[in-house]
């Protein structure tokens, strides 16, 4: 089970942290990933962090404003975002995935999900 938090209301340019609490699995093993979606378009990937933590991957959008971040002591993934603009407006969803060897940015390998949480950046 994952559990996400963290998202709310912010003016453009400003930040927010998200979190995700892992139970259930063996956190440590599995790349996490962050993904969000907005009405009627596709989930698309957003950050992704390698199991012991030492590779991250970004969105080009995203690339320079927000930092993946893990803690596999307390089972939690983090999402920091900074300068943050009304096109980061979503559903942030944060993602396990099948213990792959490799990280992925779709979302066909990841099989756990939280339940999502709503940032909304204002203009």
């Not at 992704?48 to 971040?69: H, P």
């Not at 893990?70 to 603009?85: A, F, G, I, W």
Request: hydrophobic residues 30%; charged residues 15%; glycine residues 10%.
């Amino acid at each position: 089970q994952l559990q996400a938090s963290g998202g709310g209301l912010v003016q453009a340019g400003g930040s927010l942290s998200l979190s995700c609490a892992a139970s259930g699995f063996t956190f440590s093993v599995h790349n996490m990933g962050w993904f969000r979606q907005t009405p009627g378009k596709e989930r698309e990937f957003v950050a992704a962090i390698s199991w012991g933590g030492a590779n991250t991957y970004y969105t080009d959008s995203v690339k320079g404003r927000f930092t993946i971040s893990r803690d596999n002591d307390k089972k939690t993934v983090y999402l920091q975002m900074n300068s943050l603009e009304p096109e980061d407006t979503a559903v942030y969803y944060c993602a396990a995935d099948r213990q792959s060897k490799r990280v992925s940015t779709t979302l066909q390998p990841y099989e756990y999900w939280g339940q999502g949480t709503l940032v909304t950046v204002s203009s």
